[in-house]
C-alpha cells in the first residue's frame, strides 16, 4: 500500500514559477516510476513528466525546457518546478507513482495561472 500526497498547488500569475511536491508514504520501495499528470476541464488527463527510479526523466513537448521534475529519496518526495508558466497549465495536477501491480494517484492539488 502507497499513499501519495500533494501540495503546492495555487494561484499564480503569467510568467510565474510554482513548486509542486508529493510525499509518499507506505510501501515505498515498491515505486518504480513516480510522475505528473494533470487534468484540464474538458481536456482528458495527460502526462506531464515522469521519473525513473534510476534518475530517467520525460516530459510533455508542451512543458519541456520550462518544468522539471526531481526527487529528493532522504524526503520520499517529488517535485515538479514549473517555471514560465502559462495560462494553459491551468488543471488539476496528480502525483502518480507505478509498481509491477498497480498505480498509485494523490487527490490532486489545483493550479491556476491568470493574471
Known amino acids: 500500500q502507497v499513499q501519495l500526497v500533494e501540495s503546492g498547488g495555487g494561484l499564480v500569475q503569467p510568467g510565474g514559477s510554482l513548486r509542486l511536491s508529493c510525499a509518499a508514504s507506505g510501501n515505498i520501495f515498491s515505486l518504480n516510476t513516480m510522475g505528473w499528470y494533470r487534468q484540464a476541464p474538458g481536456k482528458q488527463r495527460e502526462l506531464v513528466a515522469l521519473?525513473?527510479?534510476?534518475?530517467?526523466?520525460n516530459y510533455a513537448d508542451s512543458v519541456k525546457g520550462r518544468f522539471t521534475i526531481s526527487r529528493n529519496n532522504a524526503k520520499n518526495t517529488m517535485y515538479l518546478q514549473m517555471n514560465s508558466l502559462k495560462p494553459e497549465d491551468t488543471a488539476v495536477y496528480y502525483c502518480n507513482g507505478r509498481t509491477l501491480y498497480h498505480d498509485y494517484w494523490g487527490q490532486g492539488t489545483r493550479v491556476t495561472v491568470s493574471s
Open positions: 521519473i525513473t527510479s534510476i534518475g530517467s526523466t
